[in-house]
């Protein structure tokens, strides 16, 4: 994080607010193929409002397909459909800066989802998994430069970064998830089988490109994190078959039913 970071979030923030956020208690990022359940989970009925990335100081625009890239609010929830990706080339700071905001807004508890590779061999595309840990693969920290001010400790805990307790809730609400590590490179190529091989061997279960940075921030805040991949495909060399983006969004909107039953359970739980 650069100096300037916190300046940058509490212009986000009074963006935000200028356009009607107030304090939600729970904060949802909604990741590849999953954009369009902000429109179950909080439909327009409940009074949304819906901010565009590019009116809020400081976040841009997303490039990627399958991201729809605007911050919905209510008074008790914040969901970001759409993330930023350091594949996109953003400096770190950019790409946690929408996290850093809903921190700063006031959330307790973050939920985070994504799409990603299944290393596990019990996976199969289409299942969800709570991420228990993460092995971050990233060659990078967001952390890194002056301590920000907002942040608990110059050297955060990480033995919990993925709540327990939020865990269980979740299990509770759909007892089928699976719980494993996500491992994060960069990306934007997928991974080679050999890469893939090592990251068995190291106790990873998923492999992705996002997450870890906003996780990271997150509880840096001191605020609770619940975590869900969505497998969408076999990771490299397990299939047989190359890796392709679009299978990616397809996979990932054909368990929207069941990502909505959950997820709205959580912001029920999470949200009042
Ligand atoms: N690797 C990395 N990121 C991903 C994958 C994968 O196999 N699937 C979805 N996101």
Do not use: W
Not at 21 to 49: C, F, H, K, Y
Not at 108 to 125: F, K, S, W
């Amino acid at each position: 994080m650069q100096r300037d970071f916190q300046e940058r979030v509490q212009a986000a923030v009074a963006s935000a607010r200028n356009h009607g956020a107030s304090t939600p208690r729970v904060g949802l990022i909604l990741g590849s193929g999953l954009s369009d359940l902000v429109d179950q989970l909080l439909p327009a009925e409940t009074g949304r409002l819906a901010i565009p990335y590019g009116e809020i100081e400081g976040f841009g625009v997303t490039s990627v397909i399958g991201h729809r890239g605007a911050l919905y609010v209510t008074p008790d929830v914040a969901v970001m459909a759409g993330r930023f990706h350091f594949y996109e080339g953003k400096p770190i700071d950019d790409v946690v800066l929408p996290v850093a905001t809903l921190c700063a807004l006031g959330i307790r508890a973050l939920i985070v989802t994504n799409a990603a590779g299944g290393i596990n061999p019990d996976y199969q595309p289409g299942d969800l998994v709570l991420i228990r840990d993460h092995i971050n693969l990233m060659g990078t920290n967001p952390l890194i430069g002056p301590k920000d001010p907002e942040s608990v400790a110059r050297f955060p805990d990480m033995t919990e970064a993925y709540s327990a307790t939020l865990r269980r809730t979740a299990l509770d609400l759909d007892a089928q998830l699976k719980e494993g590590v996500y491992v994060a490179f960069t990306g934007p190529t997928y991974e080679t089988p050999a890469e893939i091989r090592m990251l068995g061997a190291v106790g990873g279960d998923l492999v992705g490109m996002s997450t870890v940075p906003e996780v990271i921030v997150a509880r840096s805040y001191g605020v609770e994190v619940l975590g869900i991949s969505t497998v969408t495909n076999l990771a490299a060399g397990l299939s047989g078959k190359p890796l392709d983006h679009s299978e990616v969004v397809e996979v990932g909107s054909s368990i929207q039913g069941r990502m909505t039953t959950l997820l709205s359970g959580l912001l029920k739980r999470l949200g009042s």
